[in-house]
Every structure is written in structure tokens, then in C-alpha cells.
């Protein structure tokens, strides 16, 4: 995977070091952040360019792992100061997690600024940054194909504006259930995504982790079902792996219409579904592209409608 | 539908009147009961007797209800004293719903007696009842074709033998995830349906209500997805829907095999689906097998995994 040809998709994002505690283990450290797990994500099927911010003590071999996977680094920016962290502990059946500390550290003044070589991409997954940021990074790109967009809620309490904002200049907008909820102020999912429709995007993507997602645009509803897994360890990162393998399964089919969009859903869930086998990126670090075929040959088995 | 021909499905389970409180609105005396919703799905396909228990108060006007949707009713008690009654509430999103009351009356001395023209019908729908009494109806039945399984946490921390004995004499299990998860004593859901196969049933359906339902057998796992909706008005119910008509859509079918048991399990989800858009057997009153047919066709165009 390694050459010196532009990225074909460029994902901006948080890079952490996390600590993650299950009811089995307790692990410090780990390689995290969303445009770590995206980029690992969408690595199998195209090149992805990275654009985020480390200090001073990221290790090198958080490096190499990236390295490994064939993402370009020229937009990942080193500051004096410590690299962003997080900690977070999941419960006995791994749905509920809490957040046991955020240090924000060298994140906190991140201002994401692309080289050169990345503007031309014509894929681009803004991953969950401020609002603000994420408009500053469209104002560098030239004219990208096709635009993910996640948030959270944070941004939907702080920073709504701004974020309205964003999500009319996107074409993919991609949040959970209860961000869908609370962006549309609707309880009803289909109808609160109907009005996130009209904010703009043509796609609504509504993650519900292992229950698979949903996606809604004028055509109609569409859903994608998630794999069923006989051993979750660390489901950290997930969304993001999701919305990285199907940029990525997306760059690479070419096309942009609906079943371009749901055959790379059905990536996206199986890139995932591997993701959350093992911490950091260490299952994804292990994966090839024979077994994400084999499981999307499964989870097409599995979720025939007869 | 009527005619005086046995029954093809038999279902024993609870028939009451329900009080529902949801945030828009709040309906009393309300036609009710596992047996009364499993029923009415069950009819769209073949012919259903109803075993259950109602008491003098019970109106003319249900009993009407049960002959419209042709219902045979040879296998309804009819005893001295007050009607089973249940009240619940439901929450803004309608997932969480907490009980306001149980009064068992009559249903608390029932004991499922089959008209000799139900002992030999070739499928059996044993709905959430105590398990002793589970048992006493298949101490009655001939030689049943396909008996489904429905039960609930109760049973499982008061009269857990009793449970696991019929578990090991039925065809097919349907609990919901948390039940699972009791049940087997394990929070990952696909270790948790392992072990329920191994307490001797061919097929165990998982119901997770808006997020469809999950077979496992011992040729692996088939997701069947629920039917998006944008205005659910009373989800109660819904279980015994699904069983109802799913376990008609079988016994019209007249096969038994995986294939025959993913296709029903599709007309149950449909015809759940129907059944939460309005209170008690309402929309299912208004339905015909025409819509069924029609959003059958839609659901398997949003499931179709690309």
C-alpha cells in the first residue's frame, strides 16, 4: 500500500491514546482516536490521507502502525505538548459506556490544515471535530465527490449554528440514534431523519452499533445489518471504522449512486464487525481483504430478506 | 374465514383488557392478551383456535372482534368472576414501557382445556403462560407438526425446571434479548442462543422489537429486520403478533424447513409492524392480506444486503 500518490480519501479526526476498561481487562495506551480507527478502516480499499494532531510523546510505534496500514501522514501535525487522551469503561453486556476522563492536551488548539496533495481528493470523511473546524477544512478542499460528515452531541448543545451549517454543505450526514433524535427534536427515527433530509445532505446514515444502521434519502429507507459477533472486546471505535471502510469501499467502487452507497454500508458493517474483535487497531492490524469478503458473503447470507 | 373446520393453529395464552397510557393519549378496557394478538395475526394465513380464559364482564363486542378475524373460539373459558386486566405505560421514544397494574381475576385459576377438535392440529403456539401449564397442553395434543415458545422472566426466577422441560419438547423458542441473556446466563446474545439450542429446541428466534429479530439454528443465523415505521401508537402486543403470524404464515406454507421459517418470520414482522399503528387488534381489523403482501415486497427491498 505504500506509494506517493495522493490520498483518494482524506479523513480529519481526533488521535488519542486511550485507555479502555471491559469487564475483563483493563488496557492503557492504546492507539485511538476516529481518524485512527477511519483511516486503519478505509486503508483496505483506497488510500487514506490522514489529517490530525500528536505531541510531542506519540509513540513511534503508533507511527509505524499507521505506516503499516499504508496512511499517508503528511497531514497528521506534531505540537509541543501532550497527545490527546481518553478514557472510558464499558459494561458487562459492552452497549453502555462511560467516559472515566477526556485530557485534550495538544487537540485542544488543533486547527486542521491540509497539504497540498490532499485538496484534490474527491473523498472526505470529516470525522467528529467542532463544527468550525469542519467548515475550515471544506473552505481548503477544491471540490471533493463525495462528503461524510459525523457530530456528536456535544456539538448539537454548543455549537448548533455552526453545525446546520456544515450539514448543508455535505452529502452523507452519519450519527447515532439518539443524535439523530436530538438534532431533529423529533423521537420518531424515520421521521427525525427525514428532517435531517432537509438540512441538506441527500443521505442519512443512522448508526445503531449491533444493530446495524439505517439509510434514508429520497429514494426511501434502506437497512444494513450489522454482524453478529460471539465475542466483543473493545467496541471503542467502531463508528469510526464504520464510516472509514465504507468511504473507502466507496472510493473504490467508483460510483456514487444508492446501491454504490449500500453495498459499501455492508463494508462498512463487516470492517467493523472485525474492529471490535480485538483493542486499538490490533484486529484490523491483522485483517486482509479474503476475510472482509468472506464475512460480507456471510452477512449477505445471513440477512436475505425471504 | 368462518367455517367449522378444526383449527390449523392453537393458541394458548392470556386474553384480558388492557388500560394504555402513551404520551399522546391514554385508552381503558381495551382488547388485550397474548392469545387475543396472536390470534388475529396468526388468521391472515390459517385458521386459529383460541385456548384461553376470559371472565363474565368480558363484552359481547370482543368476543365479535374474535369472529370477525375467524377466530374459532370452541377453546375460550368462559368463568365466574372478572376478566384478567393489565395496564402498562409507555415512554416518549415507546421502547421503555413500565407496568401500572396486574390483576389476574379469572386468569389466575386457569387451566387450558383443548376441545377435542384442537388435539390434533398440526401447529401449536404455547404464548407466555406458567410452564406447568405449558406442559398440561402438550400433554393434550396428539402429535403437533411445529410448536412455538414464548415465555418471560417470571418463569425463569419462579419455576425455572418446569421451564427448561417444555424448552426441551418444542420446536422453536422466541424470547427477547434480555430473556436470552437470563436464560442462558451469559451477556453475549449469540453464546446465550447457542445455549438455548442446546436445551433442545431446533430454532431460537431473538426478538429485539424495532431492530427486527435474529434466527439461530444449528445451520447458523438469519436477521430478520422489523419494518421502519414513523408513527407507532401502541407496541403492546407486538411479540405475540410476530408468533401469530408467523406461525400461520408456517402452517401455510405447509413446510417446516429454514427457508419456510425465514419467510414466516418476514409476515411476522410485517404483521407486527401493521399491528403497532393503532391500539388493541385495531389495525388489524383494518388489514388485508393485500397490504401484508405489499409491505412484505418493501421490506425485502430495504433488507436486500448489497
Not at 488548539?109 to 491540509?114: A, G, I, R, V
Not at 448548533?160 to 420518531?188: C, K, Q, Y
Not at 453495498?263 to 476475510?291: H, I, K, Q, W
Request: glycine share 10%; net charge positive.
Amino acid at each position: 500500500m505504500k506509494n506517493a500518490s495522493p490520498p483518494a480519501v482524506v479523513i480529519v479526526g481526533s488521535v488519542g491514546l486511550d485507555e479502555i476498561e471491559t469487564p475483563r481487562t483493563k488496557r492503557k495506551n492504546q492507539l485511538g482516536g476516529s481518524a485512527s480507527y477511519a483511516c486503519a478502516a478505509a486503508s483496505f480499499f483506497a488510500r487514506p490521507g490522514m489529517v490530525g494532531v500528536v505531541g510531542t510523546d506519540f509513540p513511534a510505534r503508533c507511527r509505524a502502525t499507521y505506516r503499516r496500514f499504508g496512511i499517508d501522514l503528511a497531514g497528521l501535525q506534531a505540537r509541543a505538548g501532550r497527545t490527546f487522551r481518553w478514557g472510558g469503561a464499558y459494561e458487562e453486556n459492552m452497549n453502555n459506556r462511560r467516559t472515566l476522563f477526556t485530557e485534550l492536551n495538544v487537540f485542544a488548539e488543533f486547527s486542521p490544515e491540509l497539504p497540498e496533495a490532499y485538496r484534490g481528493a474527491p473523498y472526505l470523511f470529516l470525522a467528529n471535530i467542532q463544527p468550525a473546524l469542519q467548515l475550515h477544512v471544506l473552505r481548503q478542499m477544491r471540490r471533493p465527490r463525495f462528503i461524510l460528515l459525523d457530530t456528536m452531541d456535544l456539538w448539537i448543545n454548543t455549537a448548533f449554528g455552526d453545525l446546520i451549517d456544515v450539514i448543508g454543505r455535505v452529502d452523507m450526514l452519519t450519527v447515532n440514534e439518539s443524535e439523530a433524535r436530538h438534532l431533529a427534536g423529533e423521537p420518531n427515527l424515520v421521521r427525525a431523519a427525514r428532517r435531517l433530509l432537509d438540512l441538506g445532505p441527500r443521505y442519512v446514515a443512522i448508526k445503531r452499533g449491533e444493530y446495524g444502521s439505517m439509510l434514508f434519502s429520497a429514494r426511501g429507507i434502506a437497512l444494513v445489518p450489522a454482524f453478529p459477533l460471539d465475542d466483543v472486546r473493545d467496541p471503542t471505535g467502531a463508528g469510526d471504522t464504520f464510516a472509514g471502510a465504507f468511504l473507502g469501499a466507496l472510493a473504490r467502487a467508483g460510483r456514487i449512486g444508492e446501491d454504490a452507497i449500500r453495498a459499501a454500508m455492508t463494508y462498512g458493517s463487516v470492517v467493523a464487525s472485525f474492529g471490535v474483535e480485538d483493542f486499538s487497531l490490533n484486529r484490523l492490524g491483522r485483517l486482509g481483504r479474503a476475510d472482509i469478503e468472506a464475512r460480507a458473503r456471510e452477512l449477505r447470507r445471513m440477512g436475505a430478506v425471504r
